[in-house]
């Protein structure tokens, strides 16, 4: 790497498009955080509660299981926007550059279909009747409150694919806030090239 100070992470390129997903970012973090946050605070209230004044909030199991279910699915698709989900890529590392592009197409399109369909039956799930009906032993909510975070979930998750998706048919990095992170969990070290780019360069197939 050439010398010099730490440089600015990589700017993720502009337009509508880019500042919506910037916006969605901003959206999906603070229900991540917010839903996780809350259930951590519920269950130490709920522990010193019953530690100290033998009082016991009834409710506090079922709100910090629906909570961390809600930050499960939320924290998903930030795992999704920073490329950190598994990843097998056992045959994209022979490939070379065109061979690795038409991989990672044919992914986000299988991507894509499978959050599209899946988030679908998800959302009709939601509007049947037993979902208003039916209300939970100890809040006494609706079914489809609690349900609300798969079909939200994976509507993000099919966004962010189909943003990444179009990244990909331009020939940009498909996942720019994946380069942030590293940059930034790197100290802000240099970072020449993306790791897109940088694997989309390598006519070897090799790693790093």
Known sequence: ?????????????????????????????????ASLGAAALLAIVAVLLRTFFNEIIFWSE?????LIIFSTFFGA???LRHNEHVNVDLIAAFLRRRGKRVMALLAALVSLVYFG????FAWLLLFEPHSTATVTPALDLPLWVVTLPLPVG?????????????RLVRGQDPYPHAARSLLEAEGG???ET?????????????RR
């Open 1 to 33: 790497m050439p010398g010099g100070g730490p440089t600015a992470a990589p700017a993720v390129p502009g337009g509508p498009v880019s500042r919506f997903a910037s916006i969605l970012a901003k959206v999906e973090n603070v229900l991540a955080a």
């Open 62 to 66: 079922e709100a910090i299981i629906y």
């Open 77 to 79: 698709v930030i795992t």
């Open 117 to 120: 369909v899946i988030g679908w």
């Open 154 to 166: 994976l509507t993000l998750m099919f966004l962010r694919t189909l943003e990444a998706l179009g």
């Open 189 to 191: 070290a240099p970072l």
């Open 194 to 206: 993306s790791r897109w780019e940088q694997h989309g360069d390598d006519e070897t197939g090799g």
